[in-house]
Each structure stands twice: as C-alpha cells, then as structure tokens.
C-alpha cells in the first residue's frame, strides 16, 4: 500500500466487506484492520439477526398458506355434501309426490267404480218416477263427467312423474312437468267448482230418499262419499307445499329453480283458492246435516260453515270451571252448538260415521247480535285463584279426581282468551242455555252467551268470522256467502 494511503470497510454487501483506499499526504499509511475487523463482526451479528427472523417470518407464512389450503379444502368437501343433500332431498321430494299422487289417482278411481257407478244404476231405476229426479240427474251427471277428465289428466300425470324419476339426475328438470299439470288441470278444476254446488244440494235432497240413502251410505277404507267428493278441493295444496320443498333443495343457479318459481306462483293464485275453500265450506254444511240429527242448518245454495271447534262454555256463577265443552259450529247466518253424542250399540257397526254424530244443544240467531272479547273483571275472576268461586272448582276438582283414584294438581292459566256473544232475547231458540240479562233499560234485552278459546289464534278467528257473519245477515241486500 502507498505512503498516504488509507483503508476502511464500507458494506455494500451484507457478507462481503470493501476495502476502501484513500491517500492522505498529511499522514502516514495507517491500517485500519483492527478497528474494521470489530465493526464488522457486529454488523455481522446484527444482520444475521434479521436474517434468522425472516426464516422464522417465511416458516409462518408457509404454515399459514398450508392451513388456508387445508380450509379451501375442507370448504370444498363441504360443499360437495351439501350439493348432494339437496340433491337427495330433491329426489325425496319427487318421490313423496309420486306416491301421493298414485294415492290420489287410487282415491280417485274408487270414487268412479264405486259411488259414481251406484249412484247411476240407482237413477236409471228412478228417474221415471219423477221429473226432479231427472234434473238432480242431470246436475250430479255433469260433475261426474268432470271427475272422469280429473282422473285422465291425473293418471297422465303419474305416468309423466315415473318417467322422469327413471332418468333422474342432478340436473335433471321436474318444473316443466308440473307446468304441464297446471295448464291441463286448471280448466278441469275450474268447471268442478262451477258444478259442485248443485251437485251438493241435490244428493243432500236425495239423502231423503231410503233407497238411495241406502246404496251409497257405506264407506271405503273407513271414508265416506263426502270424503272422496273433499279431495279435489284440497289437491291444490299438496303440490303448493311439493314445489315449495322442490325449490328448498333447488340452487338457484340451477335450471330448475325459474320454472319452480314460476310453477309456485301459478298453483298459489289467491283467487282460484278462495273459490276452492268456499266449495270446502259448501262440502261441510252437507256433512253437518249427514252427521246431526234434526240440524236447522239445511243444505242450500248459498249457506256455508265459517268455523268448527271445541270451546268451553262459560258458567258464570262458576266462570274458571272449564268441563263444559261443546262444539260450535258457526255458518254464515247462524251459531249452533252441540255436544258429540255416544253410538248405540246396534249403530257401531252398521251405522256410517256412528261415531262422529253430533247432537244439537242449541242455536244463536245471529240477526242484531253483538260480538265482545272477555269483559276486563271477567277474565280476572277467572284468573284471581283467591276467589271463593275458583275455590269451588278446586274442591270440586279434589272430589272427581279423589273418585277416579287419579289426583292430579290443578293448573292454573296463566292467560285467558275468549269472546262474549250477545243475541236479542226474542233470537234465542234455547234460552236455558243463555245466562244473565245484559243491556239497559229499554226493548233491546240480550242475552249472553261466554265462551272461552284455547289460543289467541282461535280467538280472534272466531271474533272475525263472527263479525262477519253478524254483518251477513243484517245486510238484506248482500249474498250471504263468503
């Protein structure tokens, strides 16, 4: 090295040290080895620091794009098993409906061989004998006529559904085929409700009759004629609840899915299920008068029953005992309560529906009547457990109970539901079933009739169609149907 040379290190390399040489004409060459040599050996520390933390660094970040890989495959396993759940679920769906609708078809099918077919020879050996026989003839005949087109477009249906499952697949479409179904059966439909009202009033006519009574009083599998007549009505809600399950399982990417929006849609069309449940009402006013003896709701064009249920009648003198349950049965002019009667021994097994026969309590005409929630003190009284009144029932409770061997502790509603009913006292047919007076001086004196309901649902149900019926019939000028 020269005479006025110096030399230093300068890092351009983390691990390769430059010598640097510079001349100073001032001084002596001068070695700086010792003092870069320990320079250096710290750099060196300290970059081998940095260098062990970005392993350290690299080593989490690859741990970390491991487990997000184990996760995005995870995720896709997972979603492969739920594609294959709706998948099955899918399938399911199809099959239950296949199955209900071969149950149908069979239901149909009885209705034609059995009743239809008896119903006819019984006219062909009648019709002569009076004119209106032949008109009723002519009214049941037409809507037969209708039931063997159902049974047709139905069957075709059935046979459309088992071809398609044989070559079901994930991507497989079952829309187009309940599309199909809505337009071929629609217009069947339609002209059944068109015709099942007269049909209605005339077997109920001919139920007078003995011998007619007497072909067709049977029942099939423990159902009765009025049964199988009920299945059509109801049919529209078996494929509304199928397609609702069919588009659950459905992605929406799927093919399907569109068509099944566009099939729910169709089947659900408020109108056409308004006049489905209005024939329902129409079927159970018949079935009502099959089922009661001496009923004073007859069978007519335009009566229809609004409500049937269990309620409990109110003793006011004991008004938190709750054994006195009847049925009421409320048509869209008139309130009928009964009790269900037991079947005579000779009647068990010969008798149709022996069973389910009704026995007439009494009626409420609802012409100037008034509809009421419970009275605030009343359903306290109900509740208050401290009243010498509820104490009553607990005592009489203890004794039954004590009785049957089978004491159970009493409990207690924790809230009360119910209406209150107020009929003109001239409307009442069986006054002994009203209790106190209610209203003030005057000419207008009501009777009251308590009950209680199990639900607010059933509450407000019944205080609804109560206030509709109530307005039905103090409108002269108005239909009386719903």
């Not at 109110?314 to 009667?341: A, G, H, W």
């Not at 002994?432 to 009501?446: D, E, I, L």
Request: with cysteine.
């Amino acid at each position: 090295m020269q005479q006025g040379e110096q030399q230093y290190f300068r890092q351009s390399d983390p691990f390769t040290p430059t010598i640097i040489t510079t001349t100073s004409p001032a001084s002596p060459t001068t070695t700086m080895t010792t003092t870069s040599s320990s320079n250096t050996s710290s750099r060196f520390s300290f970059l081998n620091g940095q260098y062990n933390q970005l392993i350290d660094d690299l080593s989490i970040i690859d741990d970390m794009m491991v487990y997000q890989e184990d996760e995005e495959e995870g995720i896709y396993d997972n979603t492969i098993a739920d594609a294959s759940r709706v998948v099955a679920k899918k399938q399911q769906s199809l099959e239950d409906l296949q199955q209900s609708e071969i149950d149908y078809v069979h239901s149909l099918t009885t209705f034609e061989d059995f009743f239809a077919s008896r119903i006819q020879v019984w006219f062909d050996q009648n019709q002569r004998s009076s004119k209106s026989i032949g008109n009723k003839l002519q009214d049941i005949q037409e809507l037969f006529r209708v039931w063997g087109h159902l049974l047709k477009t139905h069957r075709s249906f059935c046979q459309s559904l088992k071809e398609r499952k044989q070559m079901w697949g994930p991507t497989q479409l079952i829309s187009d085929v309940l599309l199909d179904l809505h337009t071929n059966m629609i217009p069947l439909y339609e002209q059944f409700m068109k015709r099942i009202g007269k049909t209605i009033v005339a077997l109920d006519q001919l139920y007078r009759a003995s011998s007619f009574t007497k072909i067709v009083n049977v029942t099939i599998a423990d159902h009765d004629m009025i049964y199988f007549l009920r299945l059509p009505l109801q049919r529209i809600n078996v494929y509304i609840f199928t397609i609702e399950r069919l588009i659950e399982s459905t992605l929406p990417g799927h093919p399907d899915y569109r068509g099944l929006k566009q099939a729910a849609q169709l089947f659900r069309f408020e109108q056409f299920q308004g006049r489905l449940s209005d024939c329902r009402k129409h079927l159970a006013v018949m079935e009502i008068q099959r089922t009661m003896p001496n009923c004073p709701a007859t069978v007519t064009l335009t009566r229809r029953v609004l409500l049937q249920a269990p309620l409990v009648k109110v003793n006011l003198e004991d008004p938190s005992n709750t054994s006195d349950i009847r049925t009421y049965i409320l048509y869209n002019d008139m309130l009928l309560f009964c009790k269900q009667s037991l079947p005579s021994t000779s009647n068990i097994n010969n008798n149709i529906n022996s069973n389910k026969k009704l026995q007439l309590k009494g009626k409420l005409e609802l012409r100037g009547a008034l509809v009421r929630p419970f009275l605030p003190q009343l359903a306290e009284e109900i509740l208050d457990s401290k009243t010498g009144r509820n104490k009553m029932n607990i005592l009489n409770t203890f004794r039954n109970n004590k009785k049957t061997g089978a004491m159970t502790q009493q409990k207690l509603p924790t809230a009360i539901y119910g209406f209150e009913v107020l009929v003109m006292e001239g409307n009442a047919d069986y006054m002994a079933a009203f209790h106190q007076n209610y209203g003030s001086s005057g000419p207008a004196v009501r009777r009251r009739h308590v009950l209680r309901a199990y639900s607010a649902e059933q509450q407000d149900a019944w205080l609804k169609n109560l206030d509709h019926a109530i307005q039905l019939v103090n409108t002269p000028t108005r239909v009386i149907v719903q």
